[in-house]
Each structure stands twice: as structure tokens, then as C-alpha cells.
């Protein structure tokens, strides 16, 4: 299967700092998802970016498919921006299988 | 309210014993999804569906069993055999597999 990246492994900003989290794949991905775990564990969607560049308020992600790599921006960040940010990525060989990165935990401090 | 329903939320179990963690979805996805996410770790796949009466093993399936009876289900059994099952279990289903998945909100099994 597919070997996912993502860097930096932990990160600690102050609150309303901007960040940018990275994400490689070692094969081109035909589906990329990007997930905020909250304390509880629950999986939050955040982007469904096989490629291209999308918004969501402070948050964006751009993916570029033939580079392997998908980045995910957060802006002015809160202390409800923590937690561990998942990129997750899928081939096409016959069963389409997803493989997950091992996560950034991000901690905001006021 | 649409979504993924996963119960029960905590599970205690005694080393030796099967046990069945529910998921039920009312999306009408296809494509259905077992992941086991240890302490500080990422999810790995178990077990995965692309319709109904059909499913693959993922990367760590041993000691794991599924059925998919139904559009709507996709039970996974813990069976004796898995020789490290206390963790945090994630149910997802998407329309198709390749598509975007949904997790449900998990299902925390102690094994005493």
C-alpha cells in the first residue's frame, strides 16, 4: 500500500498564528481527505481535495496530485483549532483502500 | 438526523471473550469502513466493504470477523484470536469506496 507523511508531527502556536500542515503520499492519490480528531475522538471532515485548492473560513487545503503532496493552511488560529489533524489518501488498485497518516497534534495556546 | 451510528461508546470485555461493536448507517452509502486507532497512533484499516454481501481484509484483519448482511450494517467481532483488542474502533461509510468517508463516533473497547 501507499505511505503517508505528514509533518511537523507536533505543533504549539499561540493563538492567532497561522500554520501550514503537510501531507506526502509515495504514490499519486485518487481521493485525499483531511480530518480534525477533537478530544473526544470523534473525526471531523474537514476537505475531500483530490486536487485544487479550497476554502472553508480560516481554514484552506491545496492538493497537488502530480507533486504526491496536499497542504492544509490554518489562519488566525483559536484554541479550538487543537487537536491532531489526519490527512488520509486512497489508490484505485481493484478495492479502493484509504491509508491514513500518522497526524499532527496541534495545541493553540491563549 | 442523517449519519453513522456506532454503539456502544465504551466496552469493557474479559481477556478470552468475542464481542460485536455495532454500526449502522442511514446515509445509503455503499462503501463501508473498520479502522482500530491506538494511543498517539493514525487509524489502520481492518476491514472494508464496497457493497453489500462483499468485504476485504485491510492491513490488520487478524483476529477480526465482519458481515454485511445488510446496506445499512457492518458489525465487526472481536474474537479471542486478536491478541491486543483494547483500543478505539472507528466505523466510516462513503457512497462509493474513493469517495468522501464519514466516521461515526467510535467505540472504546478495555480488555481485562
Known amino acids: 500500500g501507499i505511505q503517508v507523511e505528514q509533518s511537523p508531527p507536533d505543533l504549539i502556536l499561540q493563538e492567532g498564528a497561522n500554520s501550514t500542515l503537510r501531507c506526502n503520499f509515495s504514490d499519486s492519490v485518487n481521493n485525499l481527505q483531511w480530518f480534525h480528531q477533537n478530544p473526544w475522538g470523534q473525526l471531523i471532515n474537514l476537505f475531500y481535495?483530490?486536487?485544487g485548492t479550497k476554502q472553508n473560513g480560516r481554514l484552506s487545503a491545496t492538493t497537488v496530485a502530480t507533486e504526491r503532496y496536499s497542504l492544509l493552511y490554518i489562519s488566525s488560529s483559536q484554541t479550538t483549532d487543537s487537536g491532531v489533524y489526519f490527512c488520509a489518501g486512497g489508490v484505485r488498485r481493484g478495492y479502493q483502500k484509504v491509508t491514513f497518516g500518522t497526524g499532527t497534534k496541534l495545541q493553540v495556546i491563549p | 438526523d442523517g449519519g453513522i451510528t456506532q454503539s456502544p461508546k465504551y466496552l469493557f470485555r474479559k481477556e478470552g471473550q468475542n464481542v460485536t461493536l455495532s454500526c449502522e448507517q442511514n446515509l445509503n452509502h455503499d462503501a463501508m469502513y473498520w479502522y482500530r486507532q491506538d494511543p498517539g497512533q493514525g487509524l489502520r484499516l481492518i476491514y472494508y466493504?464496497?457493497?453489500?454481501?462483499?468485504?476485504q481484509k485491510g492491513d490488520i484483519a487478524e483476529g477480526y470477523s465482519v458481515s454485511r448482511e445488510k446496506k445499512e450494517s457492518f458489525p465487526l467481532t472481536v474474537t479471542s484470536a486478536q491478541k491486543n483488542p483494547t483500543a478505539f474502533y472507528l466505523c466510516?461509510?462513503?457512497?462509493?469506496?474513493?469517495?468522501?468517508?464519514?466516521f461515526g463516533q467510535g467505540t472504546r473497547l478495555t480488555v481485562v
Open positions: 466510516a461509510s462513503s457512497t462509493r469506496a474513493g469517495t468522501e468517508a464519514f
Open positions: 481535495i483530490p486536487s
Open positions: 466493504s464496497q457493497i453489500v454481501n462483499d468485504f
